[in-house]
């Protein structure tokens, strides 16, 4: 089935290590980003991409990576991540920007834990 | 109501009745709402969105009300039904200066619950 899909579901890793998540769509989406959500605040904007080798940074880039070499993957890394990264990471693509009325899907998430 | 915090405000409401949740916004330049319903384990699930040249807009079972005099949003769920528990959230769009990217700031949620 089409859609957008998030591995790994869970992950626990130490501080100081890399570690990747990947994002997958199959809609073909220009639009893909990286969010962050943690107890008590809204869905954060980490990292987005409007095409194939392009992204930009969002609300809170610091520490994170990113890369779209092609059209349907968007994976985010963490080069030497910190117990502050502890989180449930999502993955959200769509056809457009948001503003112009098409909505984002999201993924399941990744919630990673950091000790 | 809802406005980002460090708690997350909670909502309970008898089967069959309906459900009303608030969103305070916060920029007078945020041309695009959405809300989005995130069950618990999922990811969020775009339910309606609402733009600023509007005061309201119906979708199945939902309304969203925008006023903007007050820069107040919500959603009307009419009905509730058990499937409708989750935690609700309202997103706002602003219109940023020239040559800069949009984006989406999103509010921390309302958690509903619907009682048997």
């Known amino acids: 089935d089409a859609g957008i899909t998030q591995s790994p579901r869970y992950k626990i890793t130490e501080t100081g290590r890399q570690v990747t998540l990947m994002c997958h769509q199959t809609w073909s989406h220009s639009y893909m980003f990286w969010y962050r959500q943690d107890l008590g605040h809204g869905l954060r904007l980490i990292y987005y991409?409007?095409?194939?080798?392009?992204?930009d940074k969002g609300e809170v880039p610091d520490g994170y990576v990113v890369s779209r070499s092609k059209t349907e993957n968007f994976p985010l890394t963490l080069e030497s991540a910190t117990r502050s990264q502890t989180s449930v990471y999502f993955c959200a693509s769509s056809g457009s920007h948001p503003a112009s009325g098409q909505p984002q899907h999201f993924g399941d998430g990744t919630r990673l834990s950091i000790l | 109501g809802e406005s980002v915090g460090l708690h997350l405000p909670t909502l309970s409401v008898q089967e069959g009745d309906n459900s009303i949740i608030n969103c305070a916004y916060s920029n007078s330049a945020s041309d695009y709402f959405i809300w989005y319903k995130q069950e618990s384990g999922k990811g969020p699930q775009f339910i309606i969105d609402?733009?600023?040249?509007?005061d309201k807009r119906q979708g199945q079972r939902v309304t969203v009300l925008l006023n903007k005099t007050v820069k107040h949003l919500s959603l009307q769920i009419a009905a509730t039904q058990p499937g409708d528990s989750a935690v609700y959230f309202c997103a706002e769009n602003i219109a940023p200066p020239s040559g800069s990217a949009r984006q989406l700031t999103f509010g921390s949620g309302t958690q509903l619950t619907v009682l048997p």
């Open positions: 991409s409007a095409a194939a080798d392009i992204t």
């Open positions: 609402i733009r600023s040249n509007m």
